[in-house]
């Protein structure tokens, strides 16, 4: 009797359980074509708007106060001066930085207080980085407000972000791949070259893509280094002024005449565009750099 008792009771925390699965996979379900419900009303929304708009002279035309002669064309180039200064400096820094505290460091009070700066700092707004950008770069080290400023500042912002999402990925590499490698006689450089970076390089590179989006959709830190101007000119050098795209999409949306906000949505496909650029231009090298074992 009590064999079938206790037989009954696993009966039921066994159906318990399976209900309680599969409610969780419902939820993550749910919200998951709440996400992408939501985003295909904003995709329809801003395309309904902006395609009419997305004509040659946009990206040709300066910002202007009619609507029918605005254009991005200081804006396009500032986000890719911007864009492409900012992965130049933040990544291979963020990438060596996660190859030193996974591979290099020694376990110390040092290393602990530098892991959990790191990861506080992921998490400071970045508001704060534009302060932090406008106090050091424009102000002590005179760079003025200049593309090399704004693309130093949200180098700073993303770096946390590229080492946090490196050293998981370098983590992830099944240790036994190191020891069959010292185990040939292989140094630590050579382990970390031929069979570390390469095995992690898949989410190295996804780190870095969410980075990158991150960095370009970005506002709060540029306004306050003083990118929220009026640019008539496309950048000649990393000393210029300069605008980007989601700054000069913001002003359009504040002004009151509604062509504008059409020419804004427009800025939106725009951006979109770069963005997916660049990330496929990272998802071509994350291939390029992966190895198939």
């Not at 969780?24 to 708007?49: E, N, P, S, Y």
């Not at 708009?53 to 002669?69: G, I, V």
């Not at 949505?265 to 231009?281: C, K, R």
Request: aromatic content about 10%; charged content about 15%.
């Amino acid at each position: 009797m009590s064999v079938l008792a206790a037989d009954s009771a696993w009966q039921r925390r066994r159906i318990g359980r399976q209900r309680t699965a599969r409610m969780f996979v419902a939820a993550c379900q749910v919200a998951t074509l709440l996400g992408l419900m939501f985003l295909g009303i904003l995709l329809v929304d801003v395309t309904r708007d902006g395609a009419p708009y997305l004509r040659s002279e946009l990206f040709t035309n300066f910002p202007s106060r009619f609507p029918s002669q605005a254009g991005y064309a200081s804006a396009l180039v500032g986000t890719l001066y911007v864009a492409g200064i900012m992965s130049l400096v933040a990544f291979p820094l963020g990438v060596l930085a996660a190859v030193y505290l996974e591979e290099y460091a020694r376990p110390s009070p040092i290393t602990r207080a530098l892991e959990l700066n790191i990861a506080n700092l992921a998490a400071v707004p970045s508001v704060l980085y534009g302060l932090l950008g406008l106090g050091m770069f424009v102000e002590w080290m005179r760079m003025g407000k200049s593309i090399l400023a704004g693309a130093f500042t949200l180098a700073l912002l993303v770096l946390p972000l590229v080492i946090l999402a490196s050293r998981e990925a370098i983590r992830a590499v099944p240790f036994s791949v190191r020891e069959a490698a010292y185990a040939l006689g292989a140094t630590r450089w050579q382990v970390v070259r031929h069979h570390v970076l390469p095995y992690a390089a898949p989410g190295i590179f996804t780190g870095i893509i969410l980075s990158l989006s991150r960095a370009v959709g970005e506002t709060a830190p540029l306004i306050m280094l003083g990118a929220l101007q009026y640019v008539p000119f496309l950048p000649r050098g990393i000393w210029d002024y300069f605008t980007v795209l989601p700054i000069q999409i913001f002003n359009y949306v504040s002004l009151p005449n509604p062509e504008f906000h059409r020419v804004a949505a427009a800025g939106i496909l725009l951006l979109l565009g770069v963005l997916l650029f660049l990330n496929g231009t990272a998802i071509w090298l994350r291939n390029r750099a992966t190895i198939r074992w």
